[in-house]
């Protein structure tokens, strides 16, 4: 039988490759998509739908209302910032970070890990082409292990021992890609940005739609969101 | 100006003694109690009570359904244990052991400090009188604290040094009572119980009345429920 894993998936071009790394290194992941209040909702639907394709065992969408305690462009009704004139991106932690959200999703993951019997969680943080997110960097995610392996039953009994995953966490953008199109991973599936339009189509111009296109661009293929006539 | 601090109140007798200590350490708090689909409702009014009474700054609820996840005998319907004949407790970690809970609450309180600009979280823990939950050792609540210090924006950036507060992690249930009355907690105001009755009464026989009977004996004190005709 083979071995379950937690995979954390949002609908973007990164947990979409972790996902595909996790199914190809042979787990038998179950999805883990956070519905947080965030504005851009069409996430919540392409994580289900890459889920379903991509054959995981089980899709779980929990619900975390992360605007009770404001403090995020992401969750607020306050503007995300457009890719500066220069074309390049701050270098400072944005105002689209939001306050200890890879802990609390992390800590659900381990929640659900304990519950099915898995040791496994993948999560696809990325500290090259990271956007100056703290909890993204390999440090924390080594604190967060440590302390998962003391915080829970199956850890303090020894019969299990948590390990949390992050294939991408030395990669560039353009190496991700290529990684996932070697796996098959559809990216016209995944969603990038941060301030899309009513209809979820991404403005191509805020920090994360500016990674995603110079990743295509350096991976030396044509994003499939441009191909389908979704992206500009 | 007053320090703020975030203490996680659930109602219980020890987080309402946490609460006075903070207060007596000259904090200014904001109290979070967790909606987290426990059977127990009664809980989630006497924090809002205790937390007016005592004198608070701030009380928040936050919604966080962990029933998702199934497991646990204090979110399912799967029956609470009561003590057993000999009147001893088990050794054993207790079905009523929810995965990640301390976690994913101290998750919470972590955004709520960053957001609110507080270092201090304060929580109820006890590693004496725990019913063996691996999730109040000291060695746990250290690496939770680690972990945080880089998650965060304001640990890296150096503007915060965050720190988890355990003033009841080496008492037993007397001494916290004691000094719970010493600095004027009233703990009529207090629910201890895992199986209370549809009017929020305690049974007077599930674990955690046990441990609060063995503490007001202890401590040589008669239990204002038992006073006000609330327990037996």
Redesign the interface.
């Given at each position: 039988m083979k071995k379950k894993a937690i995979v954390l998936l949002s609908g973007g071009l990164d947990s979409a490759t972790v996902l595909a790394i996790a199914l190809q290194q042979g787990y038998s992941p179950v999805t883990l998509c956070f519905d947080y209040g965030q504005r851009h909702r069409v996430e919540l639907a392409k994580a289900r739908a890459l889920s379903l394709k991509m054959g995981a065992l089980e899709h779980?969408e929990?619900?975390?209302?992360?605007r009770?305690?404001?403090?995020s462009a992401l969750t607020d009704e306050i503007a995300v910032p457009k890719g500066r004139t220069d074309g390049e991106m701050s270098a400072e932690?944005p105002i689209t970070?939001?306050?200890?959200?890879?802990?609390?999703f992390l800590?659900?993951a381990?929640?659900?890990a304990?519950?099915a019997g898995a040791e496994d969680i993948f999560i696809g943080v990325n500290a090259i082409d990271y956007s100056g997110y703290?909890?993204c960097?390999p440090?924390?995610i080594q604190?967060?292990e440590?302390?998962?392996n003391?915080?829970?039953?199956a850890?303090?009994?020894g019969t299990s021992k948590f390990k949390i995953h992050t294939p991408l966490i030395q990669m560039t953008k353009a190496e991700i890609i290529k990684k996932g199109l070697e796996l098959g991973v559809d990216y016209s599936l995944t969603h990038s940005c941060y301030h899309p339009d009513a209809n979820g189509r991404p403005c191509g111009q805020c920090d994360s739609c500016l990674l995603r296109k110079k990743g295509f661009q350096e991976a030396g293929v044509v994003d499939p969101l441009i191909q389908i006539g979704i992206q500009e």
């Open positions: 779980r929990v619900k975390v209302d992360l009770q305690f404001g403090g932690i970070y939001v306050p200890a959200r890879n802990t609390i800590s659900f381990l929640a659900a304990e519950i703290p909890d960097r440090e924390y604190a967060f440590q302390m998962a003391l915080a829970t039953k850890g303090v009994e």
